[in-house]
């Protein structure tokens, strides 16, 4: 790979390994001023950030009068943000209309987040990425290109989802092997749940904390993903 690339997945692989991040929207209340907070969210089928946002949330009043918005994901286990890797998402909030889908898939990653309506509306939304700034440590500055960033997801969905249920009833063990590996503590009395697998790696909760375990190498068929952890069980 070349510099670009490499810078590609690396930022990739972070925007991946995190799981939330610091949206900012135009604040409709002090015009001209950003205003940001914590915002957990996913990845859709085309590697685009899924945030859940209540009906009467500021940064839902933000999006509907300017929907232009920027998600920063940074590398959270560090001892220095000066040498972390940190993304810059800037794009357009798009409210998701048909979000059953998007819903189970969030749900995989955040399953309190299930209830949350029953307080009150929540509505998806999906940021389109207009532009990606990249920074992998001093020096390491790049802008992404948008088709080396957004990479298709073939087992999202129903694609993924028998993957997804084996995994969590019948091989709860292959996961604690695979967190293990990778020298990810398990709390007790805390069972490993597969959240979701993409060509790259999987997610796996462990209680509200989601973690990802990257693939040796790609995987584009259920075959070859099996092959992967079948691989990964055995080293561990």
Known sequence: MDTKETAAFEARKLLTGEYHGILST???DVPGYPFGSVMPYCLDANGCPIIQISTIAQHTRNIEENPRVSL????TDTDDVHT??????MGDAQKIEDSEEIAEHYFNFFPQARNYSNTHNFDFYRINLVKARFIGGFGKIFWVKNELLCQENPFFG??????????????VDAMVKYCLAANVVIPEGVSPKMAGVDAEGMHILLG?????????ENASTPMEVRQQMVAMAKAA
């Open 26 to 28: 135009h604040s409709k």
């Open 72 to 75: 920063i994901v940074s590398e």
């Open 84 to 89: 972390a890797g940190r993304l810059t998402w």
């Open 158 to 171: 129903e694609a993924g989802k028998g993957m997804i249920d084996h995994m969590n009833e019948d091989h």
């Open 208 to 216: 509200k904390k989601v973690i990802r375990i990257q693939f040796p």
